[in-house]
């Protein structure tokens, strides 16, 4: 019904900035909430920004101040600008929607495939 496509992620050194952005495609009629998630290796998966009902955006307290979240709904899509980036930054970073597929109110929430960040000197 719904798929969600992540790119933007690569090689970035420390203080640098990558921008990643999530398309959603299919039977897209509304976005509720979209979120960037990330999972670095050998660890949990981490809620590293969201942007919900109403405009407002919450961020992972170790990403404040660095990092950026914005929509795009007209073009189903959500970014993600990273600056100053750090190595404990480096992660594959998934996109989570909640998406509203029809007049009806029915919606469907899933998971991208996600795209590897690596922050490196």
């Known amino acids: 019904q719904v798929q969600l496509v992540e790119s933007g992620g690569g090689l970035a050194r420390p203080g640098g900035s990558l921008r990643l952005s999530c398309v959603a495609s299919?039977?897209?009629?509304?976005?509720?909430?979209m979120a960037w998630y990330r999972q670095a290796p050998g660890k949990q998966r981490e809620l590293v920004a969201e942007?919900?009902?109403?405009?407002?955006?919450n961020y992972a307290d170790s990403v404040k101040g660095r990092f950026t979240i914005s929509r795009d709904d007209a073009k189903a899509t959500m970014y993600l600008q990273m600056n100053s980036l750090k190595p404990e930054d480096t992660a594959v970073y998934h996109c989570?929607?909640?998406?509203?597929?029809?007049?009806?109110?029915?919606?469907?929430?899933?998971w991208g495939q996600g795209t590897q960040v690596t922050v490196s000197p």
């Open positions: 989570n929607a909640l998406i509203g597929i029809d007049r009806l109110g029915s919606t469907w929430t899933g």
């Open positions: 299919g039977s897209v009629i509304s976005i509720v909430e």
């Open positions: 942007s919900i009902s109403g405009g407002s955006t």
